[in-house]
């Protein structure tokens, strides 16, 4: 499976946590004060970057008005990766054999998006060589067509639970991941008990997930415990978080 320029003192591998947190995604990674550095720190096996194309290149940003030349995939991201998976035998942490997700959320103009990325990413064989325990998954304006055509060599699909009744059916490498809005599905935000029917609904899309060999993931949940626990319990793979220390403390508990 294949999958602002920062010091190398600042990437060495020496500085990984005691712990990674198995699941922990940095929701919106872009917008803390150190992009993938605090995520490293934290233990996050997972970061999520929004992009657009401007100019020829992908800038990070929530919106189009925030983009800055300087905010951009390679540098925040490409990059600085690249660097830390050469000082530590292919992956984001030493010692760690599990695989580190970078979440590219295409906000316009996708399958242009997806080439600029393909192109950016040939910079940097380390990051997409058969060893590499990093990989893409490309969500948003997903262009599904050219990442089924590239059979995920590039980065993954983030799919919807619709894709799981796709026919032909998409593999789990090419396809990864499924992702789902929690509120769509759940109208609990961690207040009182979560229902005997909510519980079986989770726990059955959970198993249709992981039946076909992928992982599982909400976006749009607040920081509780009681939401992760909950997902926890019923075998949800990836934990949105934009307080990645309190994320990290729940893991731990």
Known sequence: MSLVALGLAILTPTQTPSMVVRGGHSHNDYNRSRPLLDALDAGMVSVEADVFLVG???????????VKPERNLRDMYLKPLADRV??????????????????????????????????????????????????????????????????????????????????????PVTMPWVSDAWLSNFKWLGSGEFSVENTAKLNALAKRVHD????????????????WSVQKSAGVDLFNADDLLKLRKWSQE
């Open 56 to 66: 020829g290149r992908l800038l990070v940003a929530h919106d189009l008005k925030d």
């Open 86 to 171: 050469a000082n530590s035998g292919g992956g984001a942490y030493p010692g760690y054999s599990g695989t580190f997700w970078v979440l590219i959320d295409i906000k316009t103009n996708g399958a242009a998006c997806y080439e600029q990325f393909k192109k950016e990413l040939s910079e940097f064989y380390v990051l997409n060589s058969p060893k590499t325990k990093v990989r893409f998954v490309i969500s948003g304006d997903r262009p599904v067509d050219a990442i089924l055509a590239d059979r995920g060599s590039y980065a993954g699909l983030d799919g919807r639970p619709a894709d799981l009744d796709r026919e032909p059916s998409i593999d």
């Open 212 to 227: 076909q060999g992928r992982l599982l993931r909400f976006w749009g949940t607040p920081d509780l415990p009681a939401i």
